[in-house]
């Protein structure tokens, strides 16, 4: 027979290989004979060996780099996109036992959505409204992924590369858009100073003697540059005064 220490000696060995540490961001989940018989919480769980086994589940969001995808936009356009997705277990029964390996099958759902959402997009609707195609790919793959329990917070779109010529042919309607704006501006400038132009020349019409200030006050400036020739022309108001006077005149004598 085999000594008491012996036998305690393996005992205790046995005990220490059966021993499973489930840290407070951890999950466990416990199989006995291969079947599933319940979820085990943070602390320290006996799993006996051979008969029974634990998978350790990590609840944590984690972060999944979605690679370089070469898309079609919905105006034929090709493009490469990449994508970062944040999410997380939230039910770590289903996703030990509902998919082989979540994380990769996360990872290769994202890149089918994110194909399929950009094809049913313009390039215009994509790169104006990324969030907005953001959110969309996260919320189909938050759907289809919720029977495996698992729970996208988030999806963000990183780089939309385009091809060189696509990227000067950008590059020239933006130019060709700024120059339209530059002359629409122009223009508004330029009735808006018609319109001031109007109203100051009907405000000196009506005013009696406005003209005549406005005249001096002009040829005040110009006489400041000796080298101005100016040119000055009679108002016909007072041509008319002067022929009025005249004949007064005549007629007195």
């Not at 029974?52 to 780099?65: K, L």
């Not at 070469?70 to 289903?94: G, L, M, P, R």
């Amino acid at each position: 027979m085999w000594p008491v220490y012996t036998i305690l000696i393996i005992i205790g060995f046995i005990l220490l290989i059966s021993i499973r540490q489930v840290n407070e961001f951890q999950r466990g989940v416990k199989f006995r004979l291969g079947k599933y018989i319940g979820v085990r919480h943070p602390g320290w769980r006996l799993v006996v060996p051979i008969f029974e086994s634990m998978r350790i589940v990590d609840i944590r969001v984690r972060v999944a780099d979605v690679p370089d995808q070469e898309t079609i936009t919905k105006d034929n356009i090709s493009t490469q996109i990449n994508a970062v997705i944040y999410y997380k277990v939230k039910d770590v029964q289903k996703a030990v036992i509902e998919v082989e390996d979540y994380r990769w099958a996360v990872s290769q759902l994202a890149q089918t959505t994110m194909r399929n959402v950009v094809g049913e997009l313009e390039l215009d609707e994509l790169l104006q409204e990324r969030e907005a195609a953001s959110k969309r790919i996260r919320d189909i793959v938050d759907t289809l992924t919720d029977p495996w329990g698992i729970y996208i917070e988030n999806v963000e779109l990183k780089d939309v590369v385009l091809p060189e010529d696509m990227k000067r042919v950008i590059g020239k309607q933006a130019e060709a858009e700024r120059e339209r704006r530059a002359v629409v501006i122009k223009s508004e400038g330029e009735v808006q100073a018609a319109n001031n132009l109007r109203d100051a020349a009907s405000t000196l019409t009506k005013s009696v003697g406005a003209l005549h200030l406005r005249t001096l006050n002009t040829l005040n400036d110009l006489s400041s540059d000796q080298s101005n020739t100016v040119i000055f022309a009679v108002p016909l108001e007072v041509l008319r005064a002067f022929e009025a006077m005249a004949d007064m005149g005549r007629k007195d004598q």
